[in-house]
């Protein structure tokens, strides 16, 4: 009874992966590795070559090769100089620290130097050891010793194989080594594809046609073991190669997320590993294929058009990594994705994104068109969930995201600030320009990682290319002759002047929206439109006329006589004083005379200089009369076309008899 009980419950327990019924998960005893069996013929030599984990300790530590007799181990060699009598002048140990392996080279071979060995650092027996076979035969040929490969957990396993070129055409394959049989992982030709290795293999002819390239990511303690790959089916035709693959665990090796889940319409981040250091090489983000990877993007700046907007790399020299982000996520977007690198090929990584049903937690407008000098608000609101993560705009480019200001509200161009109070993100544009078309992310992030983003595509469009494409016009966005001269601004938000890109957020209505415009306010702005234009035209006629009459005014001065007034022009005046003074020159001419150049003057009579006299004083006399008869006439003119009262300046009383 008790051994059905026991044989029900083992019915129950879940059924192990694919995975781990191919490779069992190895007892790491010691993190020493190297071949399981080593081939030589007699007279021949061998060469053996262990690894060790690259600590400080090990690497400075005592290296040794050991023969072992039962449960004990001698020492036949170490870094130490020591080599047992039998091996003397045929065997030396090497050790490779910056490589992380030792060698071991022994010659002329004989049949008894067959057997079991440990290569090991440190002391023997302390378990830092790895048991070797060593098999000598008579004649070669020996069979081909499998290629060993020391992987580091959670990183990249790449190896290349070559067959000839008379495989060339010959289907390409990689199996792991079950036993005697060798299950396939994955193939070229047939679509083979192991469950447990989907989206973390690759098998590509990037080489030439005989030869295959491949790559497995994430690898883990199962998959350590026995690797075949070959040309051809194994067991039956063609050719192929073993490989010993062994996994170690190094404490430094950054373990990247394998699987991304996200919302549809939200986004997703996935992290590549990279090198500072060594800039020459480039990251290649790609969308797996069982045979090929499809390119995505590039850290040189390269990006697929298809994704234009919708994808980044964002690098992080702090951690090495490379932050990649893609937004804009559909159903079309579950997929395997791959960081590659032509260097530090363990480096390269993989991860499954899931996209599901859901509302993503940061929502706006996702298209945003406008004019040529209008004001645009971006606006990104986010949830509850977001309320202590760090909010940013950024403005894409192949490439990344160039981060906007949220402080420096001087600093020209646009910038970002947050509200907490409606929880929403506004980026400002003053007077939006052609150059400030394209796409902008609004995110999110905590503690320098990247989190949610979401993407807005901005159209700008001259007046001409709106007049000729009507749908191009904003119909949320009033044009210049629609907004209103004067708006409220709600009770927290000061007016003033700001910034080109002066950025807020609020919580209602504010100045520089696009609020409908009514009937009626565009009924006062049509009238405006017409009587600006004439009120400016009579106004330049006006001034016009004044500036001249004010340059009359300052060219006369104003005269009363009696109870007239006028104004009179000083050169009026000026000209009968010029009058009286040329009629008094001539008289004076007229009693001096020259003859032939000597000079004379004649000396008047009585009776002459009484007439001289009388001359004077008629000529006085009729300049007098016709001064006064001027300013006589001028005044009456003046009465009758004024008739207003002045303070003027009187003209003496003698003037006035005359």
Not at 503 to 531: I, K, M
């Amino acid at each position: 009874m008790a051994l059905l009980a026991l044989i029900f419950l083992l019915a129950l327990l879940p059924a192990g992966s694919a995975r781990s019924k191919h490779a069992p998960k190895a007892t790491i005893l010691s993190p020493v590795f190297g071949p399981r069996q080593v081939y030589g013929v007699v007279g021949g030599s061998v060469t053996v070559k262990c690894f060790y984990p690259p600590t400080s300790v090990n690497k400075h530590d005592r290296k040794y090769w050991c023969r072992q007799s039962g449960r004990s181990c001698g020492t036949v060699t170490s870094t130490g100089g020591y080599v047992s009598s039998g091996f003397k002048g045929r065997i030396s140990l090497t050790d490779y620290p910056e490589a992380e392996n030792f060698q071991i080279n022994i010659s002329s071979l004989a049949l008894t130097d067959a057997g079991t060995y440990q290569c090991g650092v440190g002391d023997n027996g302390r378990g830092l050891s790895y048991k070797v076979t060593l098999s000598v035969s008579q004649d070669p040929p020996v069979p081909e010793a499998a290629e060993l490969f020391y992987v580091k957990l959670y990183s990249t396993w790449t190896v290349v194989c070559s067959f000839g070129k008379e495989y060339s055409t010959w289907r390409k394959y990689l199996c792991k080594m079950e036993g005697d049989d060798c299950h396939d992982i994955i193939d070229n030709q047939n679509g083979v594809i192991d469950e447990d290795f989907k989206g973390r293999v690759l098998l590509s002819h990037e080489l030439s046609a005989d030869a295959v390239n491949i790559m497995m990511t994430q690898m883990d303690w199962e998959d350590a073991g026995l690797y075949r790959c070959g040309a051809g089916e194994y067991g039956k035709n063609g050719k192929s190669k073993e490989l010993d693959v062994f996994i170690y665990e190094d404490k430094n090796f950054h373990q990247t997320k394998t699987k991304v889940t996200a919302k549809t319409g939200s986004s997703a981040t996935f992290e590549c590993l990279y090198d500072p250091l060594k800039k020459s090489s480039a990251i290649i983000w790609a969308k797996w294929e069982a045979n090929r990877y499809n390119w995505i993007i590039y850290s040189t700046g390269n990006v697929r058009p298809q994704y234009e907007g919708r994808v980044a790399m964002i690098e992080n020299p702090d951690n090495r990594t490379i932050t990649v982000i893609l937004n804009q996520l559909s159903e079309a977007d579950n997929a395997y994705y791959w960081c590659i690198t032509a260097e530090a090929k363990d480096q390269q990584s993989s991860a499954e994104l899931k996209v599901i049903e859901g509302e993503p937690q940061l929502s706006g407008e996702k298209k945003v068109e406008a004019q040529v000098g209008s004001r645009v608000d971006l606006t990104c609101a986010y949830t509850c969930a977001y309320y202590s993560f760090e909010k940013y705009w950024c403005k894409w480019s192949p490439s990344g995201c160039s981060m906007l200001p949220a402080s420096d509200l001087s600093q020209q161009g646009p910038q970002a600030t947050c509200s907490t109070s409606n929880r929403t993100v506004i980026l400002s544009f003053d007077s939006v320009t052609e150059e400030d078309a394209g796409w902008y992310w609004c995110g999110v992030k905590s503690d320098g990682v990247f989190g949610e983003t979401m993407a807005v595509k901005l159209s700008v469009t001259t007046g001409r290319d709106a007049k000729h494409n009507p749908e191009l016009l904003d119909v949320d966005a009033p044009s210049h002759a629609e907004i209103p001269n004067h708006v409220e601004f709600p009770n927290h938000v000061e007016p003033g002047p700001g910034p080109r890109g002066g950025a807020y957020s609020d919580s209602g209505v504010r100045s520089g929206a696009a609020p409908a415009s009514s009937d009626q306010d565009h009924g006062s702005n049509t009238l405006a439109l017409v009587l600006g234009p004439v009120a400016a035209l009579l106004l330049i006629i006006v001034t016009a006329f004044a500036i001249v009459k004010y340059r009359q005014m300052k060219r006369s001065d104003l005269v009363s006589i009696g109870s007239y007034r006028t104004n009179i022009s000083m050169s009026d005046f000026e000209s009968v004083k010029d009058y009286s003074a040329s009629n008094s020159a001539c008289v004076k001419e007229s009693q001096e005379t020259a003859m032939g150049g000597d000079e004379f003057t004649t000396k008047d009579t009585p009776e002459s200089a009484a007439e001289v006299k009388k001359a004077k004083r008629s000529s006085k006399e009729d300049a007098d009369l016709a001064y006064s008869t001027f300013l006589l006439t001028s005044g009456s003119i003046a009465q009758g076309s004024s008739g207003g009262d002045s303070t003027a300046l009187d003209v003496s009383p003698s003037q006035e008899q005359v």
